[in-house]
């Protein structure tokens, strides 16, 4: 259990929940909540701005003697046993939330009294008394401070009563996600006027899925739309293609203008065509230089850009009106009417090897037919084809599913997706930086 802060009138305390054990007796040397842990070592928190001989000075000294040495099997699995029981209400808060509202009686916060004086007892190093002999508890309070001993005895509350308020929690809290959230000055008052305390968690758990409509997920059908790219036949002779491609080299194109097979390295401008006759705007997203263009692959860059440029020579300049499809993928741009520039800077052919049984061992190692080259890249494809539909399939269903159920997502779930993600980023800065280091 971990509680951050001091005890200040503004300060919230904050619990861990993967830490929210029972914890043992001060007399088997307790976990203070009021300060992060180190390993088992446990401290009571020291009390700032006092005087280097001021008793209270000495409190702090002393606090840093009580030592936690409690194995961490025990502190996780022993809850201890309060002389009453604590009254506990439970109200529901949207986002997946629960309040606890914990009352602790007077005869719980007695015995908490009675441990928590006896244990500095043990500890105080008063003046006239030796360490571990029987201090009048008059004397005893004075010397180490009325407001202290309050402090250390709400700390001790807190301490043996989390366990039991949260056990109606066990198994539905989220991890890290408990907070008291009565502040630490509030529980003071009430404790020295009441001679008792209240205090309010707030916790995270797990969230309710609702269906809309209720039982909707029974007999649901969905088609699911497969993508023509990954048919496995096609996507076999394509690999086939780019393979048998590869072993070929480029040869400079003089005598002809551009045509399906060839490479061209073109310079290309886009702006828009206003109805207005107001000033074109240029289209960044569709400009490039030295864009190396494969007219095999002309339709997959833009539709009908082939067919536009078919016969242009190197050194040639073309000029044609194009609009964007519905379907483009940048919304701005569907629709929009432009007007291309495009230059041809330089026009390859590629010189291809014969396509047969002579290069099946440069298509696919281990081949010796070019049969075998286009079996073993067929099996490959159909795999991928499989892997394909069931992602395909997948991603259907749970696009189904989210808009037929309704989750009120913990806060607590937020921040720690929030975490990662940002350590995530602050680990590809490191290492961005590290590899800039290393390169100068």
Same mark, same amino acid.
């Given at each position: 259990m971990v509680l951050y802060g001091t005890a200040t009138a503004s300060t919230l305390l904050e619990f861990k929940a993967s830490l929210l054990s029972p914890c043992p007796s001060f007399g088997s040397r307790p976990v203070n909540p009021l300060i992060q842990p180190v390993k088992n070592t446990i401290f009571f928190p020291? @009390?700032?701005?006092?005087?280097? &001989?001021?008793?209270?000075?000495?409190?702090k000294k @002393?606090? &840093?003697?009580?030592? %936690?040495? %409690?194995?961490?099997?025990?502190v996780d699995t022993l809850v201890e046993k309060l002389p009453a029981d604590l009254n506990v209400t439970e109200t529901e808060e949207p986002n997946s939330r629960v309040r606890l509202s914990v009352e602790v009686p007077p005869v719980v916060c007695e015995d908490c009294y009675r441990r928590v004086i006896r244990e500095f007892m043990k500890k105080a190093k008063v003046p006239g008394f030796r360490p571990g002999k029987n201090v009048p508890e008059s004397i005893l309070i004075n010397y @180490?401070?009325?407001q202290n001993i309050q402090k250390a005895i709400v700390e001790s509350i807190l301490? $043996? !009563?989390?366990?039991? %308020?949260?056990?109606?929690? !066990?198994?539905? %809290?989220?991890?890290?996600? @408990?907070?008291?959230? !009565?502040?630490?000055?509030?529980m003071e008052n009430t404790y020295s006027s009441l001679n008792s305390l209240r205090y309010d968690i707030i916790v995270d758990v797990a969230p309710e899925v609702k269906w809309v409509p209720e039982y909707g997920y029974k007999n649901l059908k969905i088609v699911v739309e497969i993508d023509s790219e990954i048919d496995a036949k096609k996507a076999?002779?394509?690999?086939?293609? $780019?393979?048998?491609k590869s072993l070929g080299s480029l040869r400079i194109v003089t005598d002809r203008g551009v045509k399906l097979g060839d490479v061209a390295v073109l310079d290309i401008s886009a702006t828009t065509i206003e109805a207005d006759d107001s000033d074109a705007k240029s289209i960044p997203s569709a400009e490039s230089r030295g864009f190396q263009f494969d007219t095999e692959d002309g339709d997959r860059i833009l539709p009908g850009f082939l067919e536009a440029i078919t016969g242009?020579?190197?050194?040639? !300049?073309?000029t044609f009106q194009y609009v964007f499809p519905e379907s483009w993928a940048q919304e701005n741009l569907r629709g929009i009417e432009a007007k291309f520039t495009v230059e041809c800077k330089e026009l390859f052919y590629r010189d291809l090897p014969d396509l047969d049984d002579s290069i099946a061992d440069k298509l696919l190692p281990g081949c010796t037919t070019l049969e075998e080259v286009k079996k073993a890249l067929l099996e490959k494809c159909l795999e991928v084809e499989q892997t394909a539909k069931e992602q395909a399939a997948d991603n259907a269903i749970l696009d189904r599913l989210c808009k037929m159920v309704e989750v009120d997502i913990p806060r607590s779930l937020f921040e720690e997706q929030g975490r990662e993600l940002y350590g995530a980023q602050l680990l590809q800065m490191q290492h961005c930086n590290w590899s800039r280091q290393i390169g100068s």
């Open positions: 020291a @009390i700032k701005h006092v005087s280097s &001989n001021s008793p209270s000075q000495q409190f @002393i606090s &840093n003697t009580f030592v %936690a040495s %409690a194995s961490t099997a025990e @180490i401070g009325k301490k $043996r !009563t989390l366990p039991h %308020a949260m056990s109606s929690m !066990t198994g539905k %809290a989220l991890e890290d996600s @408990i907070r008291i959230v !009565t502040k630490f000055s509030e076999s002779e394509e690999e086939l293609r $780019r393979r048998h242009i020579q190197r050194g040639e !300049t073309k």
